[in-house]
């Protein structure tokens, strides 16, 4: 898809750099608008929880998008996300994050990243705001105990990157990957399938319907996930429908 140029707003702080960006786009904001704060008081992940995101440890970023594309594959923009940041902080760090489909990169076991895609209707049109949540210098202490046995941060694992260097890093890589949207669909899923530690291992689905045990056979080209249950018949289920727990690790 072609991409305008970036436009990076900086703040010292803000609710969440999700809602700003909707804010933005309610206001009649142009697609490619980049929002990042140093800090977050009312950080937001996926399903209702909050993102912890004191000031400077972390990198909070937020970009709005007017995609054109068929709802169904606007649904693919999280997973591609995961890959852009991925390689983002590949580049940065040297570390390659894994990916826990369908968008958490993690290190060890560990949550290094979170996404958390959100869409909407302003006066340009349908829009999409990307979040990404990057540890960067959290200790333990700062992850408290509810977190610090399922979080890591850049840091913690030795390297030392600032805000600007990863924001630049990840704008770079987004910027591809709207170029790369969705016409390079095989590289994006074959660098998914690569990295998707959530394949080949026992999984919980969760769903408001019950909680079902899986095995994780696959990432079909829709980057749904495909399950066998124990009776040998398949699903593929999207991250809409389900929230996927590995049964043996603690994310
Ligand atoms: C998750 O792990 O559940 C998703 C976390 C997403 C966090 C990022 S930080 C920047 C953007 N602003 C938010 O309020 N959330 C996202």
């Not at 929880?49 to 068929?70: A, I, T």
């Not at 399922?150 to 260097?165: D, K, M, N």
């Not at 990957?177 to 999984?203: H, I, N, W």
């Amino acid at each position: 898809m072609s991409a305008p140029d970036w436009t990076t707003l900086w703040l010292e702080e803000v609710d969440s750099t999700n809602e700003e960006c909707k804010r933005q786009a309610h206001a009649g904001a142009a697609g490619g608008l980049a929002v990042v704060a140093r800090a977050q008081t009312r950080g937001k992940g996926r399903r209702g929880r909050s993102f912890l995101s004191l000031p400077n440890k972390g990198l909070y970023l937020s970009l709005l998008l007017y995609p054109s594309v068929p709802p169904e594959q606007l649904s693919q923009l999280t997973a591609w996300t995961a890959v852009a940041a991925s390689k983002a902080i590949q580049k940065v760090s040297g570390i390659s994050p894994d990916i826990k489909w369908p968008n958490d990169l993690l290190v060890g076991g560990k949550k290094l990243c979170g996404i958390l895609t959100e869409s909407g209707t302003g006066p340009q049109g349908l829009y999409v705001v990307i979040g990404i949540g990057v540890n960067l210098a959290q200790t333990d202490q700062d992850f408290g105990p509810g977190l610090s046995p399922i979080a890591v941060s850049l840091s913690q694992l030795g390297r030392s990157v600032t805000p600007e260097e990863m924001a630049d890093a990840l704008l770079e890589e987004l910027h591809a990957m709207y170029l790369d949207f969705p016409q390079a669909s095989q590289d994006y899923l074959a660098f998914f399938r690569r990295k998707c530690v959530t394949l080949g291992k026992e999984v919980l689905l969760i769903s408001p319907s019950g909680t079902q045990t899986a095995y994780a056979v696959d990432v079909d080209k829709g980057f749904s996930l495909l399950v066998r249950f124990e009776d040998g018949s398949e699903k593929s289920v999207t991250a809409g429908e389900v929230s996927v727990r590995g049964l043996l690790g603690c994310l």
